[in-house]
């Protein structure tokens, strides 16, 4: 019932940015929040930063000061912008979003995922 999808993913050298977006669509009702994960090569996935509908935000520690997440309520769609970008940074970034949604006649919430876009970051 709802379809996220990223963009902005590729390959980069060291220090460059990216911005990463990703655009909710389907029976959606409301989202709440929307968050950015990624998963490095032999590893597990693991949250990168999150963003409340309220517009409150939370970062893992080896990103701060170097991304940034935000969100466009009324396009149903979160960015992270991403500087200074390290090799360490390469992994399929995933978005993910909490949502509120139409199924018949009844509202439900649940997360999403989209499939993923890959990052790389060359040294």
């Known amino acids: 019932q709802v379809q996220l999808v990223e963009s902005g993913g590729g390959l980069v050298q060291a220090g460059g940015s990216l911005r990463l977006s990703c655009t909710a669509s389907g029976s959606i009702f409301s989202i709440n929040a929307m968050a950015w994960y990624r998963r490095a090569p032999g590893k597990e996935r693991k949250l990168v930063a999150d963003i409340s509908s309220s517009g409150v935000t939370n970062y893992e520690e080896s990103v701060k000061g170097r991304f940034t997440i935000s969100r466009d309520n009324a396009q149903n769609t979160v960015y992270l912008q991403m500087n200074s970008l390290k090799p360490e940074d390469t992994a399929v970034y995933y978005c993910?979003?909490?949502?509120?949604?139409?199924?018949?006649?009844?509202?439900?919430?649940?997360?999403?995922w989209g499939h993923g876009t890959q990052v790389t970051v060359s040294s």
């Open positions: 993910y979003a909490d949502t509120t949604y139409y199924s018949g006649p009844y509202k439900l919430t649940g997360p999403s």
